[in-house]
């Protein structure tokens, strides 16, 4: 495929010229960027689940289990 200008040869042809953002380059001057709330939900979200089912978890192995987290009975004496 020589001379035709096509993808093989690395070059992008005539008319496929990429945009502001493309490529990794950061959101252009349009700011095509997910913004700063929906980021903050994206990085804040997971760790915020778990620990929130964490506690529920907790909650319901005191109430319906009578098992509590402080430490093992053994060794309260040793303080």
């Known amino acids: 495929m020589t001379g035709h200008g096509g993808y093989g040869n690395g070059r992008v042809p005539r008319?496929?010229?990429?945009?502001?953002?493309a490529y990794g380059h950061g959101p252009g001057p349009g700011g095509?960027?997910?913004g700063l709330q929906l980021g903050v939900v994206f990085?804040?979200?997971a760790p915020v689940?778990?620990?929130?089912?964490g506690l529920l978890e907790t909650?319901?192995?005191?109430?319906?289990h009578g098992v509590r987290l402080r430490g093992h009975p053994l060794t309260h004496g040793a303080r």
């Open 15 to 21: 008319g496929h010229r990429p945009g502001p953002g």
């Open 32 to 34: 095509h960027g997910l």
């Open 43 to 45: 990085i804040l979200g």
């Open 49 to 53: 689940t778990l620990t929130a089912l």
């Open 59 to 64: 909650r319901r192995l005191r109430r319906h």
